[in-house]
């Protein structure tokens, strides 16, 4: 048996709940909330725990998620506890500080070739203060309101990215990724949704869209953080009009992005554009890497979401008929009762790190 006796900051609030988070089920899997420990009268908060003598992991404390792990004095971010059993004892733990600060706001940021501003979230994996050489691939995400924060995401239900990615990247299933949220703006609709040529076409902002993320954010990304630039190391994803647009960049840009997420993807759209087209210029598929996946209740009802199904399903059989292996070149995901909102995302985001960065 061992015991972790936790001693937390001053300013930690008396309610708050700490927990343990490490490898292996027993200290959580690295899930944020992973192992609960019981405040005592000392002011410490303990647990008890059954491990194997010769049992070495790593560990840190949280406050039950991921912005609010235990950091050095100065609030920088702290290498994970090394532990070692070698028999029954008490593991004594002294936390120094919380929060650290892994996302990087940028408001208002201006494209030269879209009039609305936006806000670029940068979220900053474990890793990347205590590796100062390393370069680290990117992925750039749409709706970027939604992914991480509740007082921006639509109904205050986030994807959580930033909690999904550093549960997968500390579990070592994924390697350490740098995510970007790309917010919408009023003109969501015409900057996701591309049209043929046509009378509508006037109002299709996609391609200035695609021009703002290639050469504008892009290149911003690259000279501020330490990115690997190159195609096979830069991701390009969303959901719903996001999953659209992302397989458009995708085949756009085939030297740019190498890797693609199309989430619950609307192809639907201009009388189902991208599926009639996807045979046209089509050797992006050769270079790219495709998560697709879609919910069999996408509409609140199955009978509803056939016809949805079977759009992404046709997608994917074209893939299959282009030569790319299912498995390797892309991943086609249909989830039984999943609907067209951000907790069904959320629920298989870490399914999409595995598999367009896992080993």
């Known amino acids: ?116 501003p936006r806000t670029v979230s940068v979220w900053l994996p474990p890793g990347y203060d205590l590796e100062p050489e390393r370069q680290f691939p990117v992925f750039y995400m749409h709706d970027g309101q939604n992914l991480f924060d509740a007082h921006t995401a639509f109904a205050g239900d986030p994807w959580r990215a930033d909690e999904v990615a550093e549960r997968e990247v500390r579990a070592g299933r994924v390697p350490p990724v740098i995510i970007v949220g790309i917010a919408n703006t009023p003109d969501r609709i015409n900057e996701y949704g591309a049209r043929r040529c046509g009378q509508k076409r006037a109002t299709d902002r996609s391609r200035d869209y695609g021009r703002f993320i290639v050469e504008d954010l892009k290149p911003f990304i690259d000279a501020c953080y330490r990115t690997l630039p190159e195609p096979e190391h830069t991701a390009v994803g969303g959901s719903s009009m996001g999953g659209l647009i992302s397989l458009h960049l995708c085949k756009w840009y085939p030297n740019v992005f190498g890797l693609c997420a199309a989430m619950s993807p609307s192809l639907w759209w201009d009388r189902e554009y991208f599926l009639r087209n996807v045979k046209v210029s089509s050797e992006w598929l050769d270079r790219c890497r495709v998560w697709l996946d879609v919910g069999d209740c996408e509409s609140g009802e199955r009978s509803d979401s056939v016809a949805t199904v079977r759009r992404v399903r046709r997608l994917a059989q074209l893939f299959a008929k282009r030569g790319l292996r299912a498995g390797e070149r892309f991943r086609y995901l249909e989830v039984s009762g999943a609907t067209h909102n951000e907790a069904a995302w959320r629920a298989r985001f870490d399914q999409v790190l595995r598999f367009l960065f896992g080993t």
């Open 1 to 116: 048996m061992v015991e972790f006796a936790v001693r937390v900051p001053e300013n930690t609030p008396p309610e708050q709940r700490v927990f343990l988070a490490g490898d292996g089920p027993v200290l959580g899997d690295w899930l944020a909330a992973g192992v609960p420990l019981e405040p005592q009268p000392d002011d410490t908060h303990r647990a008890t725990l059954t491990l194997p003598d010769g049992f070495r992991g790593r560990f840190l404390v949280t406050l039950g998620r991921w912005r609010a792990v235990e950091t050095d004095e100065a609030g920088r971010e702290r290498i994970p506890r090394e532990l070692q059993i070698d028999g029954p004892r008490v593991i004594e733990v002294h936390v120094r500080g919380w929060n650290r600060k892994s996302i990087d706001y940028h408001p208002d940021y201006v494209s030269h070739f879209l009039p609305h």
